[in-house]
């Protein structure tokens, strides 16, 4: 199959947030696999997810990337990196 990605992917099958909305409220999902410019997520339900929204790789410590879904297939998503979220635009959130 041709691979349009010109960049690789790594397998990471790690626990990652969707930050949805301006929400403090973040949804779980899987982080499938991720490349410098996008990622492939797992999520429950994909069809009531907007097509922009903040993905944060961990509950603290790192700035949430801004994201926008490229694809959508069964539970999975594929979404390009449109950039950081500056920090002081980052609500604190708690629990987990």
């Known amino acids: 199959m041709f691979q349009m990605r010109h960049t690789s992917r790594e397998t990471a099958n790690l626990p990652a947030w969707i930050e949805s909305h301006n929400s403090?409220?973040?949804?779980?999902?899987?982080?499938?696999?991720?490349?410098?410019?996008g990622a492939r997520l797992a999520?429950?339900?994909?069809?009531n997810l907007p097509d922009q929204f903040n993905l944060h790789l961990?509950?603290?410590?790192?700035?949430?990337?801004?994201?926008?879904i490229i694809w959508r297939r069964g539970n999975e998503i594929g979404v390009e990196f449109?950039?950081?979220?500056?920090?002081?635009?980052?609500?604190?959130?708690?629990?987990?």
Do not use: M, N, Y
């Open 43 to 47: 999520f429950g339900d994909i069809d």
């Open 82 to 96: 449109t950039g950081l979220v500056p920090v002081d635009a980052v609500s604190p959130v708690s629990g987990t």
């Open 24 to 37: 403090s409220l973040l949804e779980r999902c899987k982080l499938v696999d991720i490349s410098e410019k």
């Open 58 to 68: 961990s509950r603290v410590g790192q700035s949430p990337k801004q994201c926008r």
